[in-house]
Structures are given as structure tokens and as C-alpha cells.
């Protein structure tokens, strides 16, 4: 790629939840591994290649998932650990460029036009620095924007690393399915098949006879895609809208002391995630869902915003309680936490209040020894 032309990575780590537990843990390595919650209602969050041979995938329910895998190696989530391991990979790409659009903790559009290495160069150097930091695997795509390098990373998991040049396109996509095309759903994909479609090259000289019955306006637009045609800058400036921590119960809880306990260990979650990226919040908003997946929201602004766990727990449990005076005796299936209207958390005077103090205490235990290290008495 010449060095006027745009040249675009994305990113995706492998199996990402999964693999860091089996590499944490060398006795799951070889072995289907599902991370994700074990109860009636638990789901699946992430799947290991091993998994993914019997059909499971992330969001399947673990009953489905264990009916098709019985073997399978069922783990509960630590995203504390996952959220570290994703800060050093992170600090990977912000040392190739600055201009880095993370997607989840996994998965980001890097921008490398600027460098004055090859993108190839740059491609294959984030896989082994990764490896070298984390011990993990990482697929790469390379392309002349964001969708061609998505596409790309897709082609070769795990442990891919596709260059996908401009004069090189139609060569390479033209041959794909339809429905590796991002943001082309399975119901959608199943029309574009069935009116005759297969295949990106065949979508992308359709005529708009055929297309404007499956996609309406956006016909031009799709058939661009399908062609490689994406002029979407990789946006850096994105502010974090919300912080947010939700559980679903493996049974419906109706009982007030219960429920308040497992909102204030919500409440704990959310308020350390918001201080790990040292925002402060200035809005806390319940989640409800009834057993018969009702659901309810319910939210305070506070002012000054604020990271204290007490202040948010304190402010959540109110919320709640005055929703269970109106609804006596439901059974809840889930409740969450939100963090909304994020600014960056000011810098405390000496004499301030303490409890900051003890929440940077409580979360260095916890990094260190896991989330359940300290926990409020009435969790107990």
C-alpha cells in the first residue's frame, strides 16, 4: 500500500474470554471451555474453539450449550482479570498509533496510514507483541478501510493475518458469501440467498430490480459495501456514554433484603469500573426486569458526579425500594446498574472525604485476589 492510501487494521482477539482462562489455567488448555453462567438461565459469553466444533456460540443458553458439548468445561466470568489483560493490549495499539476505535475489550480499528512502516509490518507486529504481552492469539485484517479489514480478520481465525490490498478487492471478496458482510443479519441473509444472491460479487453488480424489494433505499448503499467501498473515518473521540454491571438471576427473587443485596453488589461493580477508566458519574439508573420480562428503569442525577460506591449503592437501593413500595410481592428475573453522564473524576483535595480512599483500597484487593475478595457483609 502506498502511503497516500488509507490503510486500516482491525483487531480481534481469539475466543478472547475463553483463551485468557486457559491460559491462565494450563489443565483447560485442549479442552471445550464455556465461560458464562451456570444457572437454569445462565448464558454463554464466550466459547473456546474447542466449544465452537459442536455449534456453541456466545449468547447460546448454557443448557443448549451443554446438551451439545456434555464435557464441555463451564467457567464464571472474571471480567475484573479481562479488563486488565485488555488495558495491556490496548496500550499495544496506542503505541503504534494514536488514532485506535476500540470496539469491545477484544476488539478495535486501528489507523496506520500515518506510519512510516508497511501496514503489512505493523499487521504482523500487533500479533506478536500480543502474544509476547498476554500469551494469547490475535487475528488481523488489513484493508483499505473498516469494513475490508474486518472482513480480513475474519478470513483467517484463529491466529489469522490477512492483507486485503486496494488492487486486490474484487479478487478477494467477490468469491465470499453474502453473509460475511457486517451488519447483514441471518433473516436478511437468508432473503438475499433466496432471491438467487450467494455470493459479495454476485451482490455487488445486482441490479436495483432485485435489490430494492430486500433493502429499500439503502440499495446503493448495500451494493457498495459488497464492493469494498467504506469511507468511515476510525473515530477516536467517542466518549464513553455509560458504565453499567447486570445479573440474571438463576431463579426469580421476590424477597426486599435479597434483592437490595445482590443491587448493592451490582452497585460495587459499576462504581469500580467507572473509577478503573477515572470517570465520575453524574446519573444512577436501576434496571428492573419482572419474571414475565417486564421491564422497568428508573434513575437520579447527583451532583457533583461522583465515583463512590457508597454514594451509588446508597442512591440505587433508594431507587429500588421506592419501585418495590409500587409493585409489592414481584419476582424479579434480573437487575442492573447504570453509570450515565460520565465526565473525567476531578482530582480530590487533601482533606476530602475518605471513602475514596477505601474504594481505591477495596479495588486493589480485588484486582489482586479476584472481585469476591471483599464483600459487603449482607452479600454473606
Known sequence: MSARERAILHVDMDAFYASIEQHDDPSLAGLPVLVGGVGARGV????????????????????????????????????????????????????LTPLVQGLSLDEA?????????????????????????????????????????????????????????????????????????????????????????????????????????LFGRYAARVRERAGGIDDRPVATDRDEKSVSAEDTFGRDIADGPTLQAELARLADRASARVRAKSLAAGCVAVKIRRHDFATFTRRRTIAPPTQNRRTVASVAAELLRRWLDEHPGARLRLLGVALTDLTPARQLGLFHDVQPCLDAAVDAVCERFGRHALRRANQL
Open 109 to 213: 480499528f486501528l489507523d496506520v496510514t500515518a506510519s512510516a512502516e508497511p501496514a503489512a509490518r505493523l499487521a504482523a507486529a500487533v500479533k506478536t507483541r500480543i502474544r509476547a504481552a498476554t500469551g494469547l492469539t490475535a487475528s488481523v485484517g488489513c484493508g483499505p478501510n473498516k469494513l475490508v479489514a474486518k472482513i480480513a480478520s475474519d478470513l483467517g481465525k484463529p491466529d489469522g493475518l490477512t492483507i486485503v490490498a486496494p488492487d486486490r478487492l474484487h479478487e478477494v471478496l467477490d468469491p465470499l458469501s453474502v453473509r460475511r458482510l457486517p451488519g447483514l443479519g441471518g433473516k436478511t441473509g437468508a432473503r438475499v440467498e433466496a432471491a438467487g444472491i450467494a455470493t459479495l460479487g454476485q451482490l455487488r453488480v445486482a441490479p436495483d430490480a432485485l435489490l430494492r424489494p
Open 44 to 95: 454463554v459469553a464466550a466459547a473456546s474453539y474447542e466449544a465452537r466444533r459442536f455449534g456453541i456460540r456466545s449468547a447460546m443458553p448454557m443448557r443448549a450449550a451443554l446438551e451439545r458439548c456434555p464435557d464441555a468445561v463451564c467457567v464464571r466470568p472474571r471480567m475484573q482479570r479481562y479488563q486488565e489483560v485488555s488495558g495491556r493490549i490496548f496500550a499495544i495499539f496506542r503505541g
